[in-house]
């Protein structure tokens, strides 16, 4: 199907579905159901936003998934994505969803620093449990695809001489935007305020280095061409830069949906999340031996 190439339309309007209205509702719901079993907004920092939900592992915890939230980094929250954290506590996990201040609040390169103190608590809050220093395995849908991977590209997530500095062992992207260039003319950037060369400083896709976390990228197959292409080089940029990824496109999935497969157990992505964590943990274990 012939796709109208403006950006407009591949970001914002073409991926837009008219069962988004009911889905967000729907998760809302789901998340609510599951918020019981997780400490809800422990605090990273002072602003309002600085906070994060916890979800212990079922039995032996053996790693932590951090988990960041979509809305092109200027809406949504992590509460209506509580439902996602089940799914993988039954497998031995511990799963943080967070929350960052918003654009245009802040600007995006604060928000990332915020996610980087964010990776920090959380490190701190299970070191705290007694449970060890667990891998850390950072993952997003969207806009938090995108701070999934920067979190990655970070060698010191935390500053000064005294702090533990975490580090990330996995990556888990899903339909996210690693090339920010398209945006700058889109009403995305009335709150992101890019310009032509901090979209360039905020594009992961051009800083792949020397980092060594396996990766998942993933996108919906009814995505459009945008977010289909944005995975591939996402997914290129890393195996060039000689580190083990894994790309996925979901059969069917759009923006939303997609996460419906994150966490059901018959799904191709869910399995394939599943061998990711495998993958992660056990190099992450050998790293540290």
């Not at 990824?245 to 992505?269: C, I, P, R, Y």
Request: charged residues 20%; negative net charge.
């Amino acid at each position: 199907m012939h796709q109208p190439t403006d950006a407009q339309f591949q970001y914002l309007t073409g991926q837009s579905r008219p069962s988004f209205a009911a889905l967000l509702p729907h998760f809302d719901i789901l998340s609510a159901d599951v918020a019981s079993a997780g400490m809800l907004d422990i605090r990273y920092g002072d602003g309002h936003r600085e906070c994060f939900d916890f979800f212990p592992a079922r039995g032996r915890p053996r790693a932590t998934l951090l988990y960041f939230h979509a809305g092109y980094w200027q809406s949504r929250d992590k509460s209506t994505f509580r439902f996602i954290a089940p799914a993988f506590t039954r497998r031995g996990l511990h799963v943080a969803l967070v929350n960052y201040p918003l654009c245009p609040q802040v600007s995006l390169g604060e928000l990332v620093d915020a996610t980087r103190r964010a990776v920090v608590a959380v490190h701190r809050h299970v070191l705290a449990r007694g449970q060890g220093d667990l891998p850390l395995l950072a993952s997003g849908h969207s806009a938090g695809g995108h701070i999934a991977v920067e979190l990655a590209l970070t060698d010191k997530l935390a500053h000064g001489d005294t702090d533990p500095s975490p580090r990330i062992h996995g990556v888990l992207a899903i339909s996210g935007v690693y090339d920010l260039a398209p945006l700058v003319d889109t009403t995305l950037n009335r709150a992101l305020g890019l310009d032509a060369e901090s979209a360039r400083r905020h594009s992961p896709i051009g800083r792949v280095g020397a980092v060594a976390a396996p990766a998942l990228f993933a996108v919906g197959g009814a995505e459009t061409r945008a977010f289909l292409v944005q995975t591939q080089r996402m997914h290129t940029a890393w195996q060039d830069a000689g580190h083990p990824s894994t790309q996925l496109m979901v059969d069917g999935a759009d923006h939303l949906t997609v996460l419906e497969d994150l966490v059901a157990s018959d799904s191709s992505l869910h399995g394939a999340v599943l061998d990711w964590i495998d993958q992660a943990v056990a190099q992450a274990q050998v790293q540290t031996a």
